[in-house]
């Protein structure tokens, strides 16, 4: 075997720098740290460009998709991004609105009825005769004012300065607002250049990758966009539904702060599987503070409302668009929530789906090439050999009969 001097070389090198970053990793990382640290409005910038892009691409359709005036064609893009800047900032400021006052002032409120509310709910348990005698006798001695009062103090102690907390707080909250808007405004970069940007991706690509792997980084880019697509506007769709049926039925139930409870719902069942329970515990913990049995009766009906919603209209809606079997959903909820938190459930689901239809897709393929490699080697079946039939025995050509002479 001939050893060339470049295969020596480029070993040489990635042995180096491997050895490099061994040595001088705390180094590297913090450098790589603070270059994500700094590139987080471009991150923004790219995943608000890929959901900007889908409202885009929806109004483009409305936008007079049929003209072909120069006019129209100048003005098509521009009007569709600036459509759904506004539809995604609407959707944001809707949610906030709904949400955050309410839950601020819930959020006081349950800090005032709370110890109110568990004494509530335990003469509501002793009336039903549903724990023991003891266990209720212990709970209604509880100095619940103290134990609450002391709970709040001692979060006090250790929340260290106020001033100093207020300020770093006020500090990230003006970094994210302006990473917020420098990722929007990257975005609409990105989306009125789109097309260059692909053709100039895809040169890049052809020029240093070969053919072999530029198909491969084309294929997997494919995927991933595929399923993040399915993901969004399937799970967009099914959480609208879910919370305004969920808004609906709680004004029918005269259900407390339905609009509040419904629009955070609605947020959480962007997560499969667990998203509208953790709305749903929010919701419980909000009901409490009015009623303890209206709080035990609303986890009644949201459990039979993610029931129905689930079997009825989620498979009509979405169907199996992802393409995941439920038990790689769920564990794609719980490995990204333990890795990212809520951003990994987020993101957890569309990355397992891509990856579980690229598996499918190898294994397909590796059965077929089995599959023909099979049948090339089998010899080929030996056909029977004929029978000879007997020769046909040709009968004599009957004689014609002499005519008589007179």
Same mark, same amino acid.
């Given at each position: 075997?001939?050893?060339?001097?470049?295969?020596?070389?480029?070993?040489?090198?990635?042995?180096?720098?491997?050895?490099?970053?061994?040595?001088?990793?705390?180094?590297?990382?913090?450098?790589?740290?603070?270059?994500?640290?700094?590139?987080?409005?471009?991150?923004?910038?790219?995943?608000?460009?890929?959901?900007?892009?889908?409202?885009?691409?929806?109004?483009?359709?409305?936008?007079?998709?049929?003209?072909?005036?120069?006019?129209?064609?100048?003005?098509?893009?521009?009007?569709?991004?600036?459509?759904?800047?506004?539809?995604?900032?609407?959707?944001?400021?809707?949610?906030?609105?709904?949400?955050?006052?309410?839950?601020?002032?819930?959020?006081?409120?349950?800090?005032?009825?709370?110890?109110?509310?568990?004494?509530?709910?335990?003469?509501?348990?002793?009336?039903?005769?549903?724990?023991?005698?003891?266990?209720?006798?212990?709970?209604?001695?509880?100095?619940?004012?103290?134990?609450?009062?002391?709970?709040?103090?001692?979060?006090?102690?250790?929340?260290?300065?106020?001033?100093?907390?207020?300020?770093?707080?006020?500090?990230?909250?003006?970094?994210?607002?302006?990473?917020?808007?420098?990722?929007?405004?990257?975005?609409?970069?990105?989306?009125?250049?789109?097309?260059?940007?692909?053709?100039?991706?895809?040169?890049?690509?052809?020029?240093?990758?070969?053919?072999?792997?530029?198909?491969?980084?084309?294929?997997?880019?494919?995927?991933?966009?595929?399923?993040?697509?399915?993901? =969004?506007?399937?799970?967009?769709?099914?959480? %609208?539904?879910? *919370? &305004?049926?969920?808004?609906?039925? /709680? !004004? @029918?139930?005269?259900?407390?702060?339905?609009?509040?409870?419904?629009?955070?719902?609605?947020?959480?069942?962007?997560?499969?599987?667990?998203?509208?329970?953790?709305?749903?515990?929010?919701?419980?913990?909000?009901?409490?503070?009015?009623?303890?049995?209206?709080?035990?009766?609303?986890?009644?009906?949201?459990?039979?409302?993610?029931?129905?919603?689930?079997?009825?209209?989620?498979?009509?809606?979405?169907?199996?668009?992802?393409?995941?079997?439920? =038990?790689?959903?769920?564990?794609?909820?719980? %490995?990204?929530? *333990? &890795?990212?938190?809520?951003?990994? /459930? !987020? @993101?957890?689901?569309?990355?397992?789906?891509?990856?579980?239809?690229?598996?499918?897709?190898?294994?397909?393929?590796?059965?077929?090439?089995?599959?023909?490699?099979?049948?090339?080697?089998?010899?080929?079946?030996?056909?029977?050999?004929?029978?000879?039939?007997?020769?046909?025995?040709?009968?004599?050509?009957?004689?014609?009969?002499?005519?008589?002479?007179?």
């Amino acid at each position: 075997m001939k050893i060339e001097w470049k295969s020596c070389f480029k070993v040489c090198v990635s042995i180096f720098l491997l050895y490099i970053c061994i040595l001088y990793w705390q180094p590297i990382a913090g450098f790589a740290f603070s270059f994500l640290g700094a590139a987080v409005p471009l991150i923004l910038g790219g995943a608000f460009a890929f959901l900007l892009n889908i409202l885009m691409e929806k109004f483009e359709q409305i936008y007079f998709p049929k003209s072909q005036k120069k006019a129209v064609l100048k003005t098509r893009r521009p009007v569709c991004i600036l459509l759904a800047v506004v539809a995604l900032l609407a959707i944001i400021t809707l949610v906030g609105w709904l949400v955050i006052p309410e839950f601020t002032d819930a959020v006081i409120l349950l800090f005032e009825k709370l110890p109110d509310a568990i004494n509530s709910a335990i003469d509501w348990i002793d009336a039903r005769h549903l724990l023991p005698e003891e266990i209720l006798t212990y709970l209604e001695n509880v100095n619940w004012d103290s134990l609450f009062d002391g709970v709040i103090d001692m979060i006090k102690s250790y929340g260290g300065d106020a001033l100093s907390f207020i300020i770093s707080t006020v500090s990230s909250l003006f970094t994210w607002i302006v990473n917020f808007f420098v990722g929007i405004i990257f975005a609409v970069y990105i989306l009125l250049n789109k097309e260059k940007l692909a053709s100039q991706g895809n040169r890049i690509l052809q020029r240093f990758v070969s053919e072999k792997w530029c198909h491969k980084i084309k294929y997997v880019l494919r995927v991933l966009n595929d399923c993040f697509r399915r993901y =969004i506007v399937g799970q967009s769709v099914e959480a %609208v539904i879910l *919370g &305004v049926l969920c808004c609906i039925f /709680m !004004l @029918i139930f005269g259900f407390p702060y339905a609009t509040m409870i419904s629009a955070c719902i609605a947020f959480t069942a962007l997560i499969p599987v667990a998203g509208a329970y953790i709305g749903g515990a929010v919701g419980f913990v909000m009901i409490m503070t009015e009623s303890p049995a209206q709080a035990f009766l609303f986890v009644l009906f949201l459990v039979i409302l993610q029931q129905l919603e689930g079997n009825l209209i989620y498979p009509r809606v979405v169907g199996s668009s992802m393409g995941l079997p439920g =038990i790689w959903v769920l564990a794609a909820v719980v %490995v990204g929530g *333990g &890795v990212a938190g809520v951003l990994g /459930m !987020l @993101i957890g689901v569309p990355l397992a789906a891509a990856l579980y239809r690229m598996i499918r897709h190898d294994m397909r393929k590796h059965a077929v090439k089995q599959a023909e490699q099979t049948n090339a080697e089998e010899p080929p079946a030996e056909e029977p050999p004929k029978q000879e039939e007997p020769p046909k025995v040709q009968e004599p050509a009957p004689q014609k009969k002499a005519k008589k002479k007179k």
